[in-house]
């Protein structure tokens, strides 16, 4: 069974720190990985996509693969206020799976 | 805007009623999702259809009843729903099936 992990927090952070979200998933021929941004009560937004090894970068968020081990991170930058929400990690292997989330909160 | 739209955005309904949930799409996508998302916890899919075809039924309820006739459209029909099935019902697209969903606005239900 596919399996996407997160940690669900809270993860704390102060405004204007690197905020730091990672995503693990057990599926190795995982193709294409995505972050969701979703405020509360609100529906998920699609803010990264990453498809190869290594880091790409969108602003202030960084989205980090690496294959080989597995895992998916988010770096967010200057964290503000606005970035608290919760963070979907999704991973495409036979279908889109989702992670249960993990919940940001920037402390001003 | 991501180009999927759900009405409506509010529902009550009793434990007998009989409603509907729709939701479109203007990106010519070809797999639409249903998901439900109960109150702080994790999205949890409940039907796939690609090009119209449905491919995935998550063990949901017969209570639940999806629809699509075309790859544009998408309904979901809601009887006799019992209290625990109020939420957050998001409705989502793709260009093919697995690739990245954009969701619609969601329509959040209240079962009385």
């Known amino acids: 069974q596919k399996e996407v992990e997160q940690n669900s927090g809270p993860l704390s952070v102060p405004e204007g720190a690197i905020a730091s979200l990672n995503c693990t998933y057990s599926d190795r021929v995982s193709q294409s990985f995505f972050w969701y941004r979703q405020y509360s009560g609100k529906s998920p937004e699609l803010i990264m996509s990453i498809y190869s090894n290594g880091d790409k970068e969108d602003g202030r968020f960084t989205a980090q693969l690496n294959k080989a081990s597995q895992y998916v991170s988010l770096l967010i930058r200057d964290s503000q206020p606005s970035d608290s929400a919760t963070y979907l990690c999704?991973?495409?292997?036979?279908?889109?799976?989702f992670g249960k989330g993990t919940h940001l909160i920037i402390q001003p | 805007e991501t180009g999927v739209t759900q009405t409506p955005r509010h529902l009550v309904m009793g434990m007998t009623n009989k409603k509907s949930l729709k939701c479109e799409q203007h990106?010519?996508?070809?797999?639409m999702y249903w998901y439900k998302q109960s109150a702080k916890k994790p999205l949890e899919l409940m039907f796939v259809y690609n090009f119209k075809e449905q491919t995935e039924n998550n063990s949901v309820p017969s209570r639940f009843s999806p629809e699509c006739p075309n790859s544009s459209h998408l309904f979901l029909h809601l009887h006799t729903l019992q209290p625990e099935d109020s939420a957050l019902y998001l409705c989502?697209?793709?260009?093919?099936?697995?690739?990245?969903?954009?969701f619609g606005p969601g329509t959040r239900l209240t079962v009385l």
């Open positions: 989502a697209s793709s260009q093919e099936w697995g690739n990245e969903q954009f």
């Open positions: 990106l010519g996508h070809n797999a």
């Open positions: 999704a991973v495409r292997a036979d279908g889109l799976t």
